[in-house]
């Protein structure tokens, strides 16, 4: 034990270790009580990638996420004063709802305390798997800071997301099961927010088998363990669907662990992130939220690293909100041409609207919408744009319907982003 440091979240750790023995252990606390989640090969996206791809589905555990492992494990730690006493943690999504759910199946009450503009929907189900919540603050440290006090006041045990050995033990099962699983794995690729479940699945992985290699993922809008790992300024922050790896500080203990065990810590920005999130749904038939794609990403953003490998892929967790999922749904079919959206002038008079829909639909183009506008727009007061929504095969398919209205004599152009430059 060489000293203790502080994180964001106000608490100052133990500078240790974990061994596979701690993670042995875990594993068999936990078993049972957690989903020994599948382990499955992904042949589409394989296909796609050129690497034999294989996926650990945390997203089928009962709340989403892989953070019932770690925070059932660090539960069943404490003593019977400290079970009484009762547990906090701070958390705007994943961690709250594993320590929510495992506290109350063991009667040990928990606070957890969420920033104010954590999304209802989080907050509700946090309350319903039997937590008390706490809605304080403007952000994470805020609503740490506030848990610092209900922590000394009332004495609380905190159960950090990462930056504890137990926490970390728990995380670590996941790569204990899918080695297990699937032995023949040349890479592991672990989404990183704080650091505690790839601290966890690299010490399992390379006890298992030292010649593996482990990446690291990082959303680069918060490349915060990177940064950390060379010292440089940190420089997180701003907005990314990857949210549940947005985090700006690292944790403390999980550093020397990833810089003794992985082998790279890989970026992708929120396009890659987008796209991954869309694949796993249009390839995989999975929902996973932009953090538990974020393996997926990586791969397809750095080929070369893994291409003609057998690749394992931590799908850390499937809580996406529903809108979210829906638009990027929507806008991948507009990327790939399969949706696209129109604007076409026209003269003001009867039976132009239906000779240009009569024009698409004998193209093949599905009109599902509509605006005519004669208002508001620059054109002549005499004529009219119609924004129209088609459905389309592809970005072939595109450019024939903006060829076809260009030679009946309609200026039209496109306004969704399948093709830089179109117009007719």
Same mark, same amino acid.
């Given at each position: 034990? $060489?000293?203790?440091?502080?994180?964001?979240? $106000?608490?100052?750790?133990?500078?240790?270790?974990?061994?596979?023995?701690?993670? *042995?252990? @875990? &594993?068999?606390?936990?078993?049972?009580?957690?989903?020994?989640?599948?382990?499955?090969?992904?042949?589409?996206? $394989?296909?796609?990638?050129?690497?034999?791809?294989?996926?650990?589905?945390?997203?089928?555990?009962?709340?989403?996420?892989?953070?019932? *492992?770690?925070?059932?494990?660090? %539960?069943?730690?404490?003593?019977?004063?400290?079970?009484?006493?009762?547990?906090?943690?701070?958390?705007?999504?994943?961690?709250?709802?594993?320590?929510?759910?495992?506290?109350?199946?063991? $009667?040990?009450?928990?606070?957890?305390?969420?920033?104010?503009?954590?999304?209802?929907?989080?907050?509700?189900?946090?309350?319903?798997?039997?937590?008390?919540?706490?809605?304080? +603050?403007?952000?994470?440290?805020?609503?740490?800071?506030?848990?610092?006090?209900?922590?000394?006041?009332?004495?609380?045990?905190?159960?950090?997301?990462?930056?504890?050995?137990?926490?970390?033990?728990?995380?670590?099962?996941?790569?204990?099961?899918?080695?297990?699983?699937?032995?023949?794995?040349?890479?592991?690729?672990?989404?990183?927010?704080?650091?505690?479940?790839?601290?966890?699945? @690299?010490?399992?992985?390379?006890?298992?088998?030292?010649?593996?290699?482990?990446?690291?993922?990082?959303?680069?809008?918060?490349?915060?363990?990177?940064?950390?790992?060379?010292?440089?300024?940190?420089?997180?922050?701003?907005?990314?669907?990857?949210?549940?790896?947005?985090?700006?500080?690292?944790?403390?203990?999980?550093?020397?662990?990833?810089?003794?065990?992985?082998?790279?810590?890989?970026?992708?920005?929120?396009?890659?992130?987008?796209?991954?999130?869309?694949?796993?749904?249009?390839?995989?038939?999975?929902? &996973?939220?932009?953090?538990?794609?974020?393996?997926?990403?990586?791969?397809?953003?750095?080929?070369?690293?893994?291409?003609?490998?057998?690749?394992?892929?931590?799908?850390?967790? +499937?809580?996406?909100?529903?809108?979210?999922?829906?638009?990027?749904?929507?806008?991948?079919?507009?990327?790939?041409?399969?949706?696209?959206?129109?604007?076409?002038?026209?003269?003001?008079?009867?039976?132009?609207? @239906?000779?240009?829909?009569?024009?698409?639909?004998?193209? +093949?183009?599905?009109?599902?919408?509509?605006?005519?506008?004669?208002?508001?727009?620059?054109?002549?007061?005499?004529?009219?744009?119609?924004?129209?929504?088609?459905?389309?095969?592809? %970005?072939?398919?595109?450019?024939?319907?903006?060829? @076809?209205?260009? &030679?009946?004599?309609?200026?039209?152009?496109?306004?969704?982003?399948?093709?830089?430059?179109?117009? +007719?």
């Amino acid at each position: 034990m $060489g000293g203790v440091q502080g994180d964001e979240f $106000g608490c100052y750790a133990p500078v240790m270790t974990v061994t596979i023995d701690d993670i *042995r252990k @875990a &594993a068999e606390a936990i078993a049972g009580a957690v989903v020994a989640t599948p382990t499955l090969p992904a042949r589409r996206l $394989g296909g796609i990638t050129g690497a034999e791809i294989v996926l650990k589905l945390e997203s089928r555990q009962y709340t989403g996420s892989f953070k019932e *492992r770690g925070a059932l494990n660090k %539960l069943l730690t404490l003593t019977e004063s400290e079970r009484k006493a009762g547990v906090i943690a701070v958390s705007a999504g994943n961690h709250a709802q594993g320590v929510a759910r495992h506290a109350g199946r063991l $009667g040990v009450p928990a606070v957890i305390v969420m920033p104010r503009a954590t999304p209802f929907t989080k907050a509700e189900q946090t309350r319903r798997l039997g937590a008390r919540v706490i809605l304080h +603050g403007a952000d994470l440290s805020e609503a740490a800071d506030h848990a610092q006090e209900l922590m000394r006041a009332r004495g609380y045990v905190f159960i950090h997301p990462y930056d504890d050995p137990a926490i970390i033990a728990g995380q670590g099962t996941t790569a204990l099961e899918m080695l297990e699983a699937v032995p023949g794995l040349d890479c592991l690729v672990v989404p990183i927010g704080g650091g505690g479940l790839i601290a966890g699945c @690299a010490v399992a992985a390379k006890a298992l088998k030292p010649g593996i290699e482990i990446y690291g993922v990082e959303a680069a809008l918060y490349p915060s363990m990177l940064q950390a790992l060379r010292g440089l300024e940190a420089s997180s922050g701003g907005h990314s669907i990857a949210e549940g790896i947005a985090v700006k500080r690292p944790g403390t203990l999980t550093r020397p662990i990833i810089a003794r065990h992985v082998e790279e810590i890989l970026l992708v920005g929120e396009d890659a992130l987008e796209r991954a999130v869309e694949m796993m749904a249009e390839s995989e038939k999975l929902v &996973a939220e932009g953090a538990g794609a974020a393996a997926l990403a990586a791969v397809r953003a750095h080929p070369e690293r893994f291409r003609g490998r057998k690749v394992g892929l931590v799908v850390s967790g +499937g809580n996406i909100d529903a809108r979210v999922l829906a638009s990027i749904l929507m806008r991948g079919l507009a990327r790939e041409g399969r949706l696209a959206r129109f604007r076409i002038e026209i003269s003001d008079e009867p039976g132009l609207l @239906a000779r240009v829909a009569g024009l698409i639909g004998k193209i +093949g183009g599905n009109i599902i919408e509509v605006n005519h506008q004669r208002l508001f727009y620059d054109v002549p007061v005499t004529m009219a744009e119609l924004d129209v929504v088609a459905e389309t095969r592809n %970005l072939e398919h595109v450019k024939e319907i903006l060829a @076809a209205l260009a &030679a009946a004599g309609y200026k039209s152009r496109l306004l969704s982003s399948t093709d830089s430059a179109s117009e +007719g």
